[in-house]
């Protein structure tokens, strides 16, 4: 008996130095067996740490022909971020979690004073790393394709959402692709290009916000519960293990014991910690690999049902992007410089909810079998549906159209040339003749997702879900209202910031508020100020007209 409890403890001891040793390493930044958390961020992973080859080397044109770029289409997320208003909201809470505590181990004692470096001011804005990282892609596109340099604001549109940083995307992209030295051209060089960034109104956002417009879309999947089955039935089968790995680690255990929000509390905090600093040795530092690696798991089961290839409706509501793209093609083919759709290049920035439905739509990153949370840890390991290499801030894609001319025959032919994060990627169907796919055969590879009606795919919400948007809606704008006259006669608030109190009040309220209900609270705010301030001066300019007025009269009399 006393031998099997030595052995025991024993076995404890080496089980704690394994645990420490691969914390220890985590916590320096560098990697465990060729793991390294940078790498495992899911969405939030930085793009520098998701791409293999920052100077990597396009393939020449095809043999016995000559190629000419005639269209180039990106299409971007924007890059790293500050958290949002709600999430920097629950990290006002963090050091709270070990209230009532005894002790905390040595190296996390700087927890219990921690507080949250991020201003609600800040909330979803692009950090200054997300700057950069656009920057230097717009700069290493303008090295591998001069074309792009021939701007003219009429046929080079840059597109964004509503959302902020998306714009600030576009114009650190912009900005990176349109630099140029003055150095050896005098003092009339202009060391800028200033160019356009426009964005449809939130309500017809069917190309880069498709999943916040369809009805059936947030009936089956948004509001279905049972799309996180399987991330949930993951979550349970591992998370109550590293929730004690954890809490013993912090040396809490068992007087305290992190529940599964706090811990996902503290996973989004290092998440963060990376995304806008840059750093692994704080709240990173808690998590091995093996914690880290269930957490990354658990994230691509909820994008895999709800963005991926989980349910086809999740990417099938991207098409409407890949239908403009083939528009646009189809009338530079077609020399059709009447089309409204004719352009030279187009520069679109959008979100994660944008990028990963168009990959699957387009066959990319396409698993074998779905992946499920009893998938054998083989396909787990293996999986090509990985958020931290295909979900990272600023994911791109890009399409190349070219017009090859063959040295032989001379006769003229398109093709089409698909870049993944600056490299060539091979179309599923397109293997042989990659990286150029001839255009006609790219149209009959997605024949099908170019004949998807949107209309028909998301229908309309019914009287009830109509009423209940209306209903969150209403919410939402009378948060905001309260915030703006919250502000006094002084001095008017911003929209942007009365918006963003709206939609932590909501928030916490309800997390039924999608960004539709967003979208629709945000017009009729603009509107409710619009018609106060109009108020405003109407009454000031009739109480002044009624002064006039009785000074008029006055003036009479005495005469």
């Known amino acids: 008996m006393r031998a099997a409890a030595v052995a025991a403890v024993a076995a404890l001891c080496v089980s704690w130095l394994a645990v420490a040793a691969e914390v220890t390493s985590l916590r320096r930044g560098a990697t465990t067996g060729g793991f390294d958390v940078l790498h495992h961020l899911g969405t939030k992973t930085p793009y520098r740490h998701a791409m293999r080859a920052p100077e990597y080397a396009l393939h020449p044109a095809p043999r016995g022909a000559a190629c000419q770029i005639v269209n180039m289409q990106t299409i971007a997320r924007h890059g790293s971020r500050n958290p949002t208003a709600p999430t920097i909201k629950k990290f006002a809470t963090l050091a709270r979690v070990f209230d009532g505590c005894p002790a905390i181990a040595s190296p996390y004692e700087w927890m219990k004073e921690w507080q949250s470096p991020y201003r609600v001011a800040d909330a979803g804005s692009l950090s200054t790393t997300g700057q950069k990282e656009l920057f230097s892609i717009g700069q290493r596109f303008a090295k591998r394709f001069p074309y792009l340099q021939n701007y003219n604001p009429n046929e080079f549109p840059f597109q964004c959402t509503y959302k902020p940083r998306t714009s600030q995307s576009a114009i650190s992209f912009g900005g990176g692709l349109f630099q140029r030295s003055c150095e050896a051209e005098g003092d009339t060089c202009q060391t800028f ?105 658990i994230e691509d089961l909820e994008s895999y049902y709800q963005r991926g290839y989980g349910i086809p409706l999740s990417h099938q509501i991207s098409a409407p992007l890949l239908q403009e793209v083939v528009k646009i093609m189809d009338a530079v083919v077609e020399k059709d410089t009447e089309s409204p759709y004719y352009f030279t290049a187009k520069s679109r920035f959008a979100h994660a909810e944008t990028m990963l439905p168009f990959y699957a739509l387009l066959g990319l990153f396409k698993d074998t079998e779905p992946l499920r949370a009893d998938s054998p840890q083989e396909v787990i390991e293996r999986r090509q549906w990985r958020d931290s290499l295909i979900g990272t801030f600023c994911t791109n894609v890009a399409f190349v159209l070219y017009n090859c001319t063959s040295t032989t025959t001379h006769n003229h032919s398109f093709a089409v040339r698909v870049l993944f994060n600056e490299e060539d990627i091979a179309l599923p169907g397109c293997t042989q003749e990659a990286p150029f ?104 300019k009739d109480k002044k007209d009624r002064k006039e007025k009785k000074k008029s009269k006055e003036r009479g009399k005495s005469r």
């Open 193 to 297: 290009t200033p160019f356009a960034v426009t964005s449809e109104s939130a309500s017809l956002d069917y190309t880069l916000r498709f999943f916040s417009l369809c009805a059936a879309f947030k009936n089956k999947v948004q509001r279905n519960e049972s799309v996180l089955e399987q991330s949930r039935q993951y979550a349970a089968m591992h998370m109550p293990a590293i929730q004690r790995k954890v809490s013993e680690r912090l040396g809490i255990y068992p007087n305290c014991s992190l529940t599964a929000e706090q811990l996902d509390l503290m996973w989004y905090a290092c998440q963060f910690d990376v995304a806008v600093y840059g750093k692994t040795n704080e709240w990173c530092s808690v998590f091995g690999k093996e914690d880290i690696a269930v957490l990354e798991y």
């Open 437 to 540: 796919c001839p255009y006609e055969k790219f149209k009959k590879l997605y024949a099908s997702q170019l004949s998807l009606n949107f209309d028909s795919l998301c229908g309309a919400l019914s009287q009830e879900e109509e009423e209940q948007e209306r209903e969150l809606a209403t919410a939402a704008a009378a948060a905001a209202q309260a915030r703006v006259h919250a502000a006094g006669e002084a001095g008017l608030v911003s929209l942007a910031s009365a918006w963003e109190g709206a939609v932590v009040a909501v928030e916490e309220d309800s997390d039924k508020l999608e960004i539709g209900h967003q979208h629709l609270v945000h017009l009729e705010l603009d509107d409710q100020l619009r018609n106060e301030r109009y108020k405003k001066k109407k009454d000031k």
